[in-house]
């Protein structure tokens, strides 16, 4: 093991680790160096496929995009894809590998740690800079003893470790001294400094507050990181909880369904960022409205959640919309419920053998054991309604899903695999054009097909714009430079070795 190495902590979940272990592969990718990330475990439904076709947490994926460099399963060698009911998914090198509850996943914790080590141990052979990620809180003292992903992860990678705590929330004092009390010993000393989060506000005024938890912590604050609105992708549903971007009610409405298990929401952030497009996520039917276009997103466990569209009365809302002629599009677990019945023969998916779908799609849909997961490059068909704007327009895109479909009617468009080159059909369109449905994850990063829905829906013209790739590479410049301003990378860089 040769690279140097450094791994973000914090004091809980969603206090900004991610972030913040996104943009040291930054800088560290700025200064030349050749720089992986590197989360043991991830438990999220937000998920992206390599190019090999494995599969790993988005946020690793945004890290190592940030890093200038390839995901890979290495990168996050185990993800947990929750599926409600204490029950979740298992994925081991990027390849789902059955369903556990959290009871029974403690069995198999001493398997995963041997794949775990192998993967780090071959990273840090690999690569210049590593920046190791941690979960959760790492001082959950009736779990600690099945940890695999924070103080464990850590000694083994004799990493030091950077303990982030977000201000924001309120309790910077009790959340970071708190947990530095709960380490034991051995992990205390790997504790290299602490950073504060999220700080709003007058920096002076807190210079007291620097000097109190240094003195009761007995470890420098390396750091105190102003809140600025970056758009990094978020790594989970738990971002959707809290306040989104303003958005310009004057053009166009859409509305996203919040189903519970909600996944790759981040398919639909180039949209919420394109001016004159108001996007809203609604969970009830009191908040539908009259929306210019209804998506239903991808989701963990389609027939559960198509269950909840029964159960709240969206599903009646969706297909009164269509009746009168409103425009829907149903990505991947949202395209299978656009269909006429959905098939679990082998109970796959859910308990339940059969469900019937929306039927507003000419489909049907049937759950294997296998699972898809490619990156494509897709062209679209010709055809009514979107496809008249973007017919021959290529983009690069993912799937990532159980079950396969049967289209009875017109396609959405064609791709090739990354491991199958032969064009396969992809998706399904009602034959007025207002409903689609298809598997491919991505849909809105081309700024060509954000121009010609926003024409589709009727609004209005606009210039200019950018794809999300190149926006993303914005934002991840952005945030190397605001981390520069605000830790003491002099400081970091010498407890990593440098």
Same mark, same amino acid.
């Given at each position: 093991?040769?690279? +140097?190495?450094?791994?973000?902590?914090?004091?809980?979940?969603? /206090?900004?680790?991610?972030?913040?272990?996104? #943009?040291?592969?930054?800088?560290?990718?700025?200064?030349?160096?050749?720089?992986?990330?590197?989360?043991?475990? !991830?438990?999220?439904?937000?998920?992206?496929?390599?190019?090999?076709?494995?599969?790993?947490?988005?946020?690793?994926?945004?890290?190592?995009?940030?890093?200038? /460099?390839?995901?890979?399963?290495?990168? !996050?060698?185990?993800?947990?894809?929750?599926?409600?009911?204490?029950?979740?998914?298992?994925?081991?090198?990027?390849?789902?590998?059955?369903?556990?509850?959290?009871? !029974?996943?403690?069995?198999?914790?001493?398997?995963?740690?041997?794949?775990?080590?192998?993967?780090?141990?071959?990273?840090?052979?690999?690569?210049?800079?590593?920046?190791?990620?941690?979960?959760?809180?790492?001082?959950?003292?009736?779990? +600690?003893?099945?940890?695999?992903?924070?103080?464990?992860? =850590?000694?083994?990678?004799?990493?030091?470790?950077?303990?982030?705590?977000?201000?924001?929330?309120?309790?910077?004092?009790?959340?970071?001294? #708190?947990?530095?009390?709960?380490?034991?010993?051995?992990?205390?000393?790997?504790?290299?400094?602490?950073?504060?989060?999220?700080?709003?506000?007058?920096?002076?005024?807190?210079?007291?507050?620097?000097?109190?938890?240094?003195?009761?912590?007995?470890?420098?604050?390396?750091?105190?990181?102003?809140?600025?609105?970056?758009?990094?992708?978020?790594?989970?549903?738990?971002?959707?909880?809290?306040?989104?971007?303003?958005?310009?009610?004057?053009?166009?409405?859409?509305?996203?369904?919040?189903?519970?298990?909600?996944?790759?929401?981040?398919?639909?952030?180039?949209?919420?960022?394109?001016?004159?497009?108001?996007?809203?996520?609604?969970?009830?039917?009191?908040?539908?409205?009259?929306?210019?276009? /209804?998506?239903?997103?991808?989701?963990?466990?389609?027939?559960?959640?198509?269950?909840?569209?029964?159960?709240?009365?969206?599903?009646?809302?969706?297909?009164? *919309?269509?009746?009168?002629?409103?425009?829907?599009?149903?990505?991947?677990?949202?395209?299978?419920?656009?269909?006429?019945?959905?098939?679990?023969?082998?109970?796959?998916?859910?308990?339940?053998?059969?469900?019937?779908?929306?039927?507003?799609?000419?489909?049907?849909?049937?759950? /294997?054991?296998?699972?898809?997961?490619?990156?494509?490059?897709?062209?679209? =068909?010709?055809?009514?309604?979107?496809? =008249?704007?973007?017919?021959?327009?290529?983009i690069d895109a993912y799937e990532i899903h159980m079950g396969r479909t049967q289209t009875r009617g017109r396609n959405?468009?064609?791709?090739?695999?990354?491991?199958?080159?032969?064009?396969?059909?992809?998706?399904?369109?009602?034959?007025?054009?207002?409903?689609?449905?298809?598997?491919?994850?991505?849909?809105?990063?081309?700024?060509?097909?954000?121009? =010609?829905?926003?024409?589709?829906?009727?609004?209005?013209?606009?210039?200019?714009?950018? *794809?999300?790739?190149?926006?993303?590479?914005?934002?991840?410049? #952005?945030?190397?430079?605001?981390?520069?301003?605000?830790?003491?990378?002099? +400081?970091?860089?010498?407890?990593?070795?440098?």
């Amino acid at each position: 093991m040769t690279a +140097k190495v450094v791994m973000v902590q914090g004091t809980g979940s969603s /206090v900004g680790k991610s972030v913040i272990a996104a #943009g040291l592969c930054r800088i560290f990718a700025q200064d030349g160096y050749r720089v992986a990330p590197f989360k043991a475990q !991830n438990m999220s439904n937000n998920s992206f496929v390599c190019p090999g076709g494995g599969e790993i947490g988005r946020a690793q994926a945004v890290q190592a995009e940030s890093a200038g /460099v390839e995901p890979a399963v290495e990168m !996050n060698p185990v993800l947990l894809k929750p599926e409600g009911d204490g029950r979740s998914q298992v994925v081991v090198l990027g390849r789902a590998d059955g369903r556990l509850t959290a009871a !029974n996943f403690y069995d198999r914790k001493r398997e995963l740690w041997s794949v775990i080590t192998q993967c780090l141990e071959e990273i840090m052979k690999t690569y210049d800079v590593v920046v190791i990620e941690g979960a959760g809180s790492p001082v959950e003292i009736n779990l +600690k003893r099945g940890d695999i992903v924070n103080m464990k992860v =850590a000694r083994h990678a004799k990493a030091p470790v950077l303990l982030v705590g977000d201000i924001d929330r309120g309790g910077i004092f009790a959340s970071l001294l #708190g947990t530095l009390d709960l380490f034991d010993p051995d992990e205390r000393a790997l504790i290299a400094g602490l950073v504060v989060n999220k700080f709003r506000g007058d920096m002076s005024l807190f210079r007291s507050g620097v000097e109190m938890l240094e003195e009761r912590a007995g470890a420098p604050v390396l750091g105190v990181i102003p809140y600025r609105e970056l758009v990094i992708p978020e790594e989970d549903a738990v971002a959707l909880d809290g306040p989104r971007p303003p958005a310009d009610r004057s053009d166009v409405d859409i509305a996203v369904i919040r189903l519970p298990r909600i996944s790759n929401f981040d398919d639909f952030g180039p949209l919420e960022r394109e001016p004159g497009i108001s996007l809203r996520y609604v969970s009830r039917i009191e908040e539908m409205g009259r929306p210019d276009l /209804v998506i239903i997103p991808g989701t963990k466990t389609t027939m559960a959640d198509l269950g909840f569209l029964r159960d709240t009365g969206l599903a009646d809302a969706i297909v009164r *919309h269509r009746e009168a002629e409103g425009k829907i599009i149903g990505i991947c677990g949202g395209f299978q419920m656009l269909g006429s019945e959905i098939l679990d023969p082998e109970l796959t998916e859910s308990d339940v053998a059969t469900a019937r779908g929306l039927r507003l799609l000419d489909v049907i849909t049937t759950f /294997v054991s296998s699972k898809e997961t490619s990156q494509v490059r897709a062209e679209f =068909a010709s055809g009514p309604g979107l496809l =008249a704007g973007l017919a021959g327009v290529e983009i690069d895109a993912y799937e990532i899903h159980m079950g396969r479909t049967q289209t009875r009617g017109r396609n959405f468009l064609y791709m090739r695999r990354a491991n199958r080159p032969d064009p396969q059909a992809d998706g399904a369109v009602s034959e007025d054009g207002r409903v689609i449905g298809t598997y491919v994850h991505g849909l809105f990063d081309d700024q060509r097909v954000r121009t =010609a829905l926003r024409s589709w829906l009727g609004g209005k013209a606009l210039a200019g714009g950018i *794809h999300s790739r190149d926006f993303r590479q914005q934002q991840y410049d #952005g945030l190397a430079e605001l981390l520069r301003e605000s830790l003491d990378m002099g +400081k970091i860089e010498a407890v990593m070795g440098f």
